[in-house]
């Protein structure tokens, strides 16, 4: 469960995380320029704000991860989630939140 303005601690991402990082990919392949051969959350913190910040360890393929901020708006809101930043060459378990 998230409280308001703190972060959750990391916890293995779930179906609806994944639903989520599956809305940026593209976004995150035009900022990157990279081309990921697999796009996996792995684990996941949250910040419930006006919306939900996600801040997610992703699995790219071939042993390299990357963190993804993802901002998602409140529900009934027409705005998609937004990739608001990423951090490439990143290793698995690595520190969540410094995007």
């Not at 320029?33 to 790219?60: C, L, R």
């Not at 998602?72 to 951090?87: C, Q």
Request: proline content about 6%; overall charge positive.
């Amino acid at each position: 469960m998230s409280v308001a303005g703190g972060f959750t601690k990391p916890r293995p991402a779930t179906a609806e995380d994944q639903a989520v990082a599956d809305k940026v990919k593209d976004q995150f392949v035009t900022k990157s320029g990279t081309h990921p051969s697999k796009f996996k959350v792995h684990s996941v913190i949250t910040q419930v704000v006006a919306g939900m910040n996600y801040w997610m360890e992703v699995d790219v393929g071939n042993n390299a991860y990357v963190h993804l901020h993802v901002y998602e708006p409140l529900p009934g809101v027409d705005d998609k989630p937004k990739l608001e930043s990423y951090k490439l060459n990143k290793k698995k378990g690595d520190k969540l939140g410094d995007c």
